[in-house]
């Protein structure tokens, strides 16, 4: 089992940057692909991006060339960074670890349900 724990978040003024970590621990991050997703307030938690082992990825539209995410083994963590943020990304952001294969499509691994373990979360607020 791994756990996993996010940093990072903060508040930020439109147009600022955040670079969030999520640093997992118990078992190598290497061997899982990640996902990271978002909840703002009154809404659903939604797909931001998912890393495979070999460090393919997928990105949400909603990131728009925006956001990059990565991965560091030696370090055990991964790396969500956000560029260009919008009042529209506040929200609380995790990290999740999927024990499965990496999908053929972005849809396919958008879903929560593949994901085994998730972190807390990180606030991320981004004032106007």
């Known amino acids: 089992q791994v756990q996993l724990v996010e940093s990072g978040g903060g508040l930020v003024q439109a147009g600022g940057s955040l670079r969030l970590s999520c640093a997992a621990s118990?078992?190598?991050?290497?061997?899982?692909?990640m996902g990271w997703f978002r909840q703002a307030p009154g809404k659903e938690r939604e797909f931001v991006a998912a890393?495979?082992?070999?460090?393919?990825?997928y990105y949400a539209d909603l990131t728009k060339g925006r956001f990059t995410m990565s991965r560091d083994n030696a370090k055990n963590t991964v790396y969500l960074q956000m560029n260009s943020l919008k009042p529209e990304d506040t929200a609380v952001y995790y990290c999740a670890a999927d024990r499965g294969s990496w999908a053929s499509n972005a849809a396919s691994q958008s879903r929560q349900s593949r994901y085994d373990y998730w972190g807390q979360g990180t606030q991320v607020t981004v004032s106007s």
């Open positions: 890393i495979s082992t070999r460090n393919s990825l």
């Open positions: 118990g078992r190598a991050v290497s061997a899982y692909v």
